[in-house]
């Protein structure tokens, strides 16, 4: 049971102390940071997408999509990249790119309320 309770207590103080985004200990909890904060900038911007779905007619909502799959490509070959075998991802890149993809989004929102969907801007 004491190594149950220690396990437990060293796991809550690891978490906090990772979740100290504004004095990070080293390079792995600023990650961890830095991902939380593409996390919700991901989870964002797919509302805004969904939500722009609504307004949109079946050809609309393809050229959406193919905008959106082609935005994908930009920020992958942006903000990724591929060396000796390993995997690399600017998290800032990748989460200023969302962001923008997102007020893109949302003007597109706006405009739908406002005057109509104009189709041209997708």
Known sequence: MKKLVFLFAVTISTTVLADDCDNPRDDFDGLYCLNKVYQEADRELNARYQELRGFLNSSEKSALKRTQLAWIDTRNSQCSFRRDGSFFVS????TEM???????LEDRIRECRATGCQ???L
């Open 98 to 104: 969302t962001v923008d993809r997102t007020n893109a």
């Open 119 to 121: 189709p041209s801007k």
């Open 91 to 94: 998290l800032n890149c990748t």
